[in-house]
């Protein structure tokens, strides 16, 4: 395994002291130009040209920082055709910032893609960290951030959507999922259905921006509240996670039915007790103990 090297201090070092260039992955603001890093002002500075999701959105940020490198367009439509040019250009010795409209790039976008080439071709791949939707959304939610899933969009052909709601009824860990406007209504129909109305969710709106809005309740009064809201701006959803599942109270017949079921399917007495364990309420010894001769 060849490990690319990533401890480049700059742009400018990175491109004199190796052969290839190196691609910045840099974090840029969600809408409060105040979240800018002077690391991430440098870093587009500094390198050769920036690959951008949307060059005219970027502009404006690159004018309002006062930077003038070149950029070029690299977005969802494109990415198939540009990626062999920026590979080219990296192992040509220059280097290149990716960047999104808002956040960090690779997430729910396609600098995931030119990443993951860039890993695939061996050229060093830097983190320049910035604001992310999700986390920042989490972070007031006050639901559980010890353990949570990151899910982007929903699907919206039907089969996918109802297979990503079924998952999201019996998810264990807190989930954060984005949406645009114009589907939220549907979205939180869907995901009352799906986990019930009681299941909290916290849903950020225009996150950082001069209309930031927090609101947290439930999934139920959520829905009324969008049946009588008009959708405006970009949506973060944080949905607790489900309730924990309780394990089934099984008698001591039955027990000794299932571990015969998984002895007869090859395991041992002490592995099939094991697993039994997991699904019961039973420990591992009690279910050992149990005569199965009886």
């Given at each position: ?83 062999p040019k ?53 972070s007031v ?7 949570f899933a ?145």
């Amino acid at each position: 395994m060849t490990i690319a090297p990533n401890s480049a201090p700059d742009a400018t070092t990175d491109a004199s002291s190796n052969a290839w260039g190196t691609l910045y992955v840099v974090g840029t603001p969600i809408g409060n130009l105040e979240d800018m890093t002077f690391r991430a002002v440098r870093i587009l500075q500094e390198v050769d040209a920036i690959a951008a999701e949307d060059t005219r959105h970027t502009a404006r940020l690159l004018q309002h920082f006062q930077i003038t490198t070149p950029q070029l367009s690299y977005h969802q439509h494109n990415r198939t055709r540009q990626t062999p040019k920026i590979l080219a250009r990296l192992t040509g010795g220059q280097s290149i910032a990716v960047v999104t409209d808002a956040g960090m790039p690779g997430i729910s976008d396609p600098g995931g893609d030119l990443v993951a080439a860039c890993v695939a071709a061996e050229i060093a791949v830097v983190p320049v960290p910035g604001v992310s939707a999700s986390v920042t959304a989490l972070s007031v939610s006050g639901l559980d951030s010890d353990r949570f899933a990151f899910d982007g969009f929903l699907p919206t052909k039907n089969k996918d959507r109802r297979a990503a709601l079924d998952r999201l009824a019996t998810e264990q860990r807190t989930t954060i999922l984005y949406e645009a406007p114009h589907r939220i209504r549907q979205t939180l129909s869907d995901l009352a259905v799906a986990c019930g109305e009681a299941r909290q969710i916290a849903i950020g709106r225009e996150l950082t921006k001069r209309y930031e809005e927090i609101w947290r309740g439930s999934l139920g009064e959520a829905v009324a509240l969008y049946e009588s809201r008009k959708p405006q701006g970009e949506f973060t959803l944080t949905i607790a996670a489900a309730p924990p599942v309780a394990a089934p109270v099984l008698s001591e017949e039955e027990l000794k039915v299932e571990l015969r079921r998984l002895i007869a399917g090859g395991l041992s007495r002490s592995q099939a007790c094991r697993e039994l364990a997991q699904h019961t309420q039973q420990s591992r010894r009690e279910l050992y103990q149990l005569d199965l001769e009886s």
